[in-house]
């Protein structure tokens, strides 16, 4: 920038800079105006047809151009929201970079083309991809910040992780801070609340910014937030920095932030700044503010135009003269279309790449390299007692693995286990592992399911090895989200860049006698609809010890589903396989060798289907067994070679009959083996309603051995 200092800043009150030099002061201005213009060139260009999405960050330049000031780029680890353009180019994102976004290009360096514009995410800077969800980051930004506190207590999990896959982005400063920003819409989420109560309990280094623009969408905020006042209201939260500023204005947004960040580097908890800012181009280029925002009110708004009174208070004040503005801003101008030109010429990806990056390229969990040998020793395991030991021989040989769910620790309140034996979870799978591991590794949460992902997320993001317990199937439902959009998506939408291989265990499944409705439910079938997602489901405790230990050592997200119903099962209990023994994901196991009748299943119905293989026996029927283990990926290729073998095919579940996992199985068999069929294929599941309390109900609406048997009968009658 070829400007040159003809006029002092003696004009300004030095306190009212806030040690805020000549330079900073361009700078800011730069920025903000800068990124007002990539704003402008974006909308300009959807009309064109030439993007296909525009969100703006106008009227949210000054308190993110200056939070972007107090920021270190690559050391402080950023949840950024769509509005946070200024900021995202204060620390060194390019125009460009923002620009291939909006055009979808191959070398767009957030997402290759599969996000929206303003969906930053770049790990040079430590800038975490973002989603499109309201919300869901300010869990994730409690798990980062979990993570900055762990490392810093744990050298040897930040060792592990620069090693792993990715390596190259894990990153850890004594002072680093992590920041979450969010519209005032998305405080009303839940995980907002959730974060806060996380962030307090643990005084976690996390900075909240709230850019309240007033509405959210066309909803105004006194609509959204009771009082219509975020500050306000998280005033109760213990040792929650709370500071309010005008968000338009850059020198008052810059001092009130400046604390804030301090505040969270001296360790002393978490911050928020809530800054009242302006939205002057509608929501987004879908939205028109004319229906629902008065001439008054907009006009308002223009009077608050944060570009506007920052430069006319740099000439006022000196610092700048008109002139010396004119250039900057043709410079930016130039710029601006400069990368536009760049952008628009970029290529596109091709359709080839639509399948990257769904999985980790660098560890296959299908791959022979998992293939292992048991060293079996000791006394019987039962299931449940074997994911004990599986965890903790890997937390031994792993520091980046954390441990953390409802109940899960042996006593949060550490002094009592002196006298205590301690839970370690309501099924026991986690019992003793605080005790051996300490309580930052192995620790209970609060009762919030969307946070416990999103906190495993966050962690994963960061390298470390987090296994999530969601205490019961029935009650993932708060996290679906985070599961969803979040956890499952990661690695694809930011194109390989980032990823989240965190454990879920989930104890799932009835047969319970009394499990009712709300701890007796399966569907599996969610879950592998899910792509990007490993979902594996043991029978036996020897495949529990190896695909759990396979899930921890894989790169992707898993969920482990351990069934409840087989937990303590005398007949699917083995000895301990050693500490390196793993079952590859996406290979059957044959149970039971057999020529007539194949029936392939998983989980609890594994058993029922060898009860009836052994009663078909008597009478002279042969059937097949095939535990799948591994839902998805599923082994295709045992499928069809007892579909070959037998020509006849029962797929058993225990979830609901309609939409189930087996409908796909069935479905495949059908499309791809048609000819090799001598009866239509035939499901065995639950019937299509909840799962009621009483007993007797439980036992007819639950698939049993019976129905396995007469299934058999009509398939080889047919
Ligand atoms: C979970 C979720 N619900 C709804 C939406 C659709 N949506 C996108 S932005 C938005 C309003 C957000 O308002 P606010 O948080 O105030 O941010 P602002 O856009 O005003 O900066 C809504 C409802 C979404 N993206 N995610
Ligand atoms: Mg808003």
Redesign the pocket.
Known sequence: MALQTRVKLAKLDAPKLHGLDRDALIRIYRTMYLSRRLDDREIQLKRQNKIFFQISGAG?EAVTAAMGLLLRPGTDWLYS???DRALCLMLGVKPLDMLLQAVGAKDDPSSGGRQMPSHWGLPHLNIVNKS?????QFVQAVGAAEATLYYGDHPKALAQAKKAPLGQHVRHEPDEIVYVS??????S?GEFWESLNAACAGKLPLLYLI???G???SVPVEV?TAGGSISKLARGFPGLHIAECDGTDPLESYAICKAAVQYCRERRGPALVHAHVT?PYS?SLSDDEKLYKTPEEREDEAHRDPISKFSLLLVREGIFDQKEIEALESEVDQEVRNAADEALAAEEPTIDSIRVNIYSPDIDPTSAAFEAQPQLHGAPKTMVEMVAATLSDEMARDDRITVFGEDVADASREESLKQVKGKGGVFKATSGLQRKYGHDRVFNTPLAEASIVGRAIGMATRGLKPIAEIQFFDYIWPAM?QIRDELCVMRWRSNGVFKCPAILRVPIGGYLTGGAIYHSQSGESIFTHCPGLRVVMPSTALDVAGLLRTAIRSDDPVMFLEHKHLYRQPYNRSEYPGPDYTVPFGKARVVTEGTEVSIITYGALVHRAEVAAAQLLREGISVEIVDLRSLSPYDWEAIAKTVRKTHRVIVAYEDMFSWGYGAEIAARIADELFEELDAPVKRVAAMDTFCAYQPKLEDVILPQTSHITAAVHQILEY
């Open positions: 949210h929201y769509y509005r499109s969800c309201t919300g869901t969010a519209g005032d819409g998305a405080t989420e850019e309240d623009n509405y959210a969408i959204q939205r929501h989200m």
